[in-house]
């Protein structure tokens, strides 16, 4: 079964670039897009990024763009969020999820949390 597992969240301070990582299995990995979601205290969730399935495209939203980088790493089916200079609206569960800006989201991993002071 698809398997995603986030890490590498925890408090950082304001400014600080903390790396994200989503381990999946279960599928294969080097066949579709990712992405990555945040959902804040009483917010919805948002979308932050996405990356294809080769790592030679990416998608931003606005409020994170030029601050965040995705990238992946299909030998060892891993998706990176490299985040810099964070914010504090910036803090949230953060998870990664199968699928690209135009499709679907079916998997969901569990999130890690990400607080910024």
């Known amino acids: 079964h698809v398997q995603l597992v986030e890490s590498g969240g925890g408090s950082v301070q304001a400014g600080g670039s903390p790396r994200l990582s989503c381990a999946a299995s279960?599928?294969?990995?080097?066949?579709?897009?990712m992405g990555w979601f945040r959902q804040a205290p009483g917010k919805g969730p948002e979308w932050v990024s996405f990356?294809?399935?080769?790592?030679?495209?990416?998608y931003y939203t606005a409020s994170v763009k030029g601050r965040v980088t995705a990238s992946r790493d299909n030998a060892d089916n891993t998706v990176y969020l490299q985040m810099n200079n964070l914010r504090s609206e910036d803090t949230a569960l953060y998870h990664c999820?199968?699928?690209?800006?135009?499709?679907?989201?079916?998997?969901w991993g569990q999130g890690t949390q990400v607080t910024v002071s």
């Open positions: 999820v199968t699928g690209g800006p135009t499709t679907g989201h079916q998997y």
């Open positions: 990356i294809n399935s080769d790592g030679t495209d990416t």
């Open positions: 279960g599928y294969t990995f080097s066949s579709g897009s």
